[in-house]
């Protein structure tokens, strides 16, 4: 039976990138979960995890993807610290296919370099990004490391990785 792909890991390990590439390779549409929850919240990540806290966030994220998996089979991207949370990860390893993509500090590093006013974690003035990425990743990797499968993507485009992740898929379909 056909089921979810959900792309799982930190920010700047190519999740976005991979999406649309494995989607069209598998024939299904993308889903950026953190999308549909500012739509739902007429408001950005950064601004409800402070009006609103995160544990609310994580609630309506698991919410959301609770009534995902029950539409037809698409590629799930998550934000990276949807996998941390207990119900939410129950259900991803449960109801879909999940791939961690996974990249080391210094690759993390060099992509988010550019990018750190969009991330609400990695916003904060005077913040240390490698310091903040290391923290991150030794908090959610023994989460990450539960996932169905780990794909690499220092070293590989993203049209690899969606291409090795097509492939896998199959074998546990």
Partial sequence: MA??????GMMGAGKSSVAPLLAAKIG???VEVDEII???EGMPIGEI???????????AERDIIAALIQQPPAVLSLGGGAFQWDSTRELLLADTVVFYLSATLEVLCSRLQSTTAARPLL?????DLQQTIRELLERRGAYYGQAHYRVET???DPEDVARSIATMREAYE
């Fill in 3 to 8: 089921k979810h792909v959900t792309l799982i």
């Fill in 28 to 30: 299904r549409q993308v």
């Fill in 38 to 40: 500012e739509q739902q």
């Fill in 49 to 59: 995890f402070i009006a609103k806290g995160e544990a609310y966030f994580r609630r």
């Fill in 123 to 127: 916003s904060t003035p005077g913040i």
């Fill in 154 to 156: 220092d070293f590989h």
